[in-house]
């Protein structure tokens, strides 16, 4: 996991808050603040990381492999 279930949640509402408010003046507003309100919960994936079942909901994975 590369990103926990913190930074999800945190991109979801970020997201919806795009959807409900549009492009213009009034969505850029309520897009950086919900930014703003949200950014702290980021730091929350250090502790969620080791919760049982967090890999049910990961913000992002990556694999390292190498062709043979």
Do not use: Q
């Not at 950014?39 to 992002?60: C, K, T």
Request: hydrophobic fraction near 50%; include cysteine.
């Amino acid at each position: 996991i590369h990103m926990g279930p913190m930074s999800a949640l945190n991109w979801v509402v970020y997201d919806f808050t795009h959807c409900l408010f549009g492009r213009g003046w009034l969505g850029k507003i309520a897009r950086g603040l919900t930014f703003l309100a949200l950014a702290p919960w980021r730091f929350l994936d250090a502790w969620m990381i080791r919760r049982p079942d967090v890999e049910r909901i990961p913000s992002g994975v990556y694999f390292v492999g190498r062709n043979p």
